[in-house]
């Protein structure tokens, strides 16, 4: 579980700053609470944080539409990743 959620803190460091660089401040300000969140953040308070970050992709706003695909897809694989990860736990549990 802690590798999958450095792996997203990673993809959402990257998003981050590429909204930056290209002064997608919205998009900024959205992604930056999440990467220091992911790392530091107790597994219970994940699966919302992990939800938050995917809700990004928006049928109807999406970050896709303001950042590269080199960016938003590897964020979404690792959030992805992070939710399901986090599923199998709760179902053991």
Do not use: H, Q
């Not at 990467?35 to 995917?54: E, G, I, K």
């Not at 928006?58 to 599923?87: F, Q, W, Y």
Request: zero cysteines; hydrophobic letters at 50%.
């Amino acid at each position: 579980m802690d590798a999958s959620a450095l792996e997203a803190a990673r993809a959402a460091d990257l998003a981050l700053a590429v909204a930056r660089e290209m002064g997608a401040e919205r998009w900024a300000r959205y992604l930056a609470p999440l990467p220091d969140r992911l790392r530091d953040d107790p597994v219970s308070s994940l699966a919302a944080l992990a939800r938050r970050a995917r809700s990004a992709y928006g049928p109807k706003d999406s970050i896709r539409d303001a950042l590269p695909e080199a960016v938003t897809e590897p964020l979404l694989r690792a959030i992805d990743r992070l939710l399901k990860v986090l599923a199998r736990f709760e179902a053991n549990r």
